[in-house]
T-cell receptor
Framework: GNSVTQMEGPVTLSEEAFLTINCTYT??????LFWYVQYPGEGLQLLLK?????DKGSNKGFEATYRKETTSFHLEKGSVQVSDSAVYFC?????????????FGKGTLLTVNP | NAGVTQTPKFQVLKTGQSMTLQCAQD?????MSWYRQDPGMGLRLIHY???????DQGEVPNGYNVSRSTTEDFPLRLLSAAPSQTSVYFC????????????????FGPGTRLTVL
């Protein structure tokens, strides 16, 4: 079945540091890949997405590239801010039929200190 | 648009009690789902529905019932609460498109934090 593995947290960085959160996946067919963000006390929000190989998703300074050869979708940001402190979830949907069911990784807690 | 709303925000139950978690959306989405979020486990799918009158089980359905009588509402019922059901519950909705590589953004509610004593 489909699965998502993302790096264990927590991750603690200083403001303006570079961020990478690794995500790899196992899926049949051609999944769509996503990063969701959960700010404290809130629900999940879509951060960015990529629907086919070599696509780059980007939003709010975050980027991730869909790498089919390495089955990866790593999240990066060049300079994090305190306001980026949140839990980040990598997720996929299988586009071969039930393309609305999300499979999530376990989440990575990011804390950014001033 | 209110988006996806959930009530209550917080709930404490005793073992064996029953309750219903409410979820509603005003975006005319066909697909609605319930997830539970537990520390170190990410979000796991409990039940989902692709339209009024149609429901199906997700990854962790035991102990939960759902029904979908309208497009807007998708309540989750705990018939006899157990401490293992202590969790944060999220409802989500999206449109349903067939095939291709298109993606439909899922919109999440703010969550219900449930504690079973």
């Amino acid at each position: 079945g489909n699965s998502v593995t993302q790096m264990e947290g927590p991750v603690t960085l200083s403001e303006e540091a570079f961020l990478t959160i690794n995500c790899t996946y196992t899926a049949t067919g051609y999944p769509s890949l996503f990063w969701y963000v959960q700010y404290p006390g809130e629900g999940l929000q879509l951060l960015l997405k990529a629907t086919k190989a070599d696509d780059k998703g980007s939003n709010k300074g975050f980027e991730a590239t869909y790498r089919k050869e390495t089955t990866s979708f790593h999240l990066e940001k060049g300079s994090v801010q305190v306001s980026d402190s949140a839990v980040y979830f990598c997720a996929l949907t299988y586009s071969g039929g039930s393309n609305y069911k999300l499979t999530f990784g376990k989440g990575t807690l990011l804390t950014v200190n001033p | 648009n209110a988006g996806v709303t959930q009530t209550p925000k917080f709930q404490v139950l005793k073992t064996g009690q029953s309750m219903t978690l409410q979820c509603a959306q005003d975006m005319n989405h066909e697909y609605m789902s319930w997830y539970r979020q537990d520390p170190g486990m990410g979000l796991r799918l409990i039940h989902y529905s692709v339209g009024a009158g149609i429901t199906d089980q997700g990854e962790v359905p035991n102990g939960y019932n759902v029904s979908r009588s309208t497009t807007e509402d998708f309540p989750l019922r705990l018939l006899s609460a157990a401490p293992s059901q202590t969790s944060v519950y999220f409802c989500a909705s999206t449109t349903v498109r067939s095939g291709g590589s298109s993606y439909n953004e899922q919109f999440f509610g703010p969550g219900t934090r449930l504690t079973v004593l």
